[in-house]
């Protein structure tokens, strides 16, 4: 019952690991000095989207070698996660810009 292969498992363990994250992070913003939040942010998203892409190309090079039932199934779950985490990636990347646009005019002389 508490096979580490088990997608239950697996999504309790993710779900664990997202909370422990989510509380860290808000830890790092609270106690770092406002400038510097931003950078943080966009440093932990490159970082994570290297980690991403990294882990994409090595899945989508496994799948080369299963049967092609499998292989297409599996190809079509890779592509959703990819384009998932792609708008994620695009909704992080539009955010910062809009935070950092609006904070300089904030910042302007009148």
Do not use: W
């Not at 860290?24 to 510097?36: D, K, M, N, V, Y």
Request: net charge negative; glycine share 4%.
């Amino acid at each position: 019952m508490n096979d580490p292969k088990e997608p239950l498992h697996i999504l309790s363990q993710l779900a664990h690991e997202y909370g422990q994250k989510y509380e860290e992070l808000e830890e790092i913003c609270r106690s770092a000095q406002p400038g510097t939040v931003a950078r943080q942010l966009k440093i932990r998203g490159e970082l994570t989207t290297e980690r991403f892409r990294t882990a994409q190309m090595s899945l989508i090079g496994m799948l080369s070698s299963a049967t092609d039932k499998e292989q297409e199934k599996a190809l079509q779950a890779v592509t959703a996660l990819s384009r998932c985490f792609d708008e994620m990636r695009i909704l992080f990347q539009v955010l910062m810009e809009y935070t950092s646009k609006s904070n300089e005019e904030e910042n302007q002389p009148i």
